[in-house]
């Protein structure tokens, strides 16, 4: 058996301090969201624009609108550079206030214009903000879009309704 040790100083004290515990980790930090990740589709969040130059203007509804949208417009592609004929400025004009005017008809208490441009191309639309519109309506602003494609310089138009109310767009080349 072993001789039992006596309680003293130690004889051969160590050369180095004694190890501490390591701090506790600290937790990981949750990702971080993804600013430029895929785009959400824009039926049921409003308007959505990506890579590409927009303005907006929030309007009340009310039968002067369209004039002040008109206006808007013009003056943004103006900005923006372009120097469109007398024809394409005509039938900008003619075809914001037709977009115009079909969302303040739609009755709610306020319309907004968006406007981007791309290739040449401006895509002007009008939100008209009415909620208790409805999906599924064929008929929904037929005879607007007919009046609206009578323009040489539309390439293209639609309109679709959703929460945030009715959309109607029209693509105009410059």
């Known amino acids: 058996m072993s001789q039992p040790m006596e ?3 130690n004889p051969n004290p160590p050369s180095y ?3 501490t515990p390591p701090p506790p980790k600290k937790p990981p930090n949750p990702p971080r969201p993804d ?3 895929p785009v959400v589709p824009t039926a049921r969040r409003g308007v959505g624009m990506v890579n590409r130059r927009g303005a907006n203007w929030t309007l009340e509804s009310a039968p002067w609108a369209a004039g002040k949208a008109r206006t808007a417009v013009v003056e943004q592609l103006g900005k923006w550079r372009y120097r469109p004929t007398v024809g394409t400025v005509t039938a900008v004009e003619a075809v914001t206030t037709l977009l115009v005017e079909a969302a303040v008809a739609d009755g709610g208490m306020k319309v907004s214009v968006h406007l981007s441009d791309q290739d ?7 939100l008209s903000h009415h909620t208790a519109l409805t999906t599924g309506h064929d008929d929904e602003g037929g ?3 007919h009046q609206i494609t009578a ?3 539309v390439t293209g138009c639609g309109t679709d309704a959703g929460p945030d109310g ?3 767009w029209a693509v105009v080349e410059l």
């Open 7 to 9: 309680a003293g100083p």
């Open 17 to 19: 301090p004694p190890k």
């Open 35 to 37: 600013v430029h990740g």
């Open 120 to 126: 040449g191309q401006a895509c002007i639309l009008a």
């Open 143 to 145: 005879d607007v879009l």
């Open 151 to 153: 323009h040489q310089a």
């Open 166 to 168: 009715r959309r109607i």
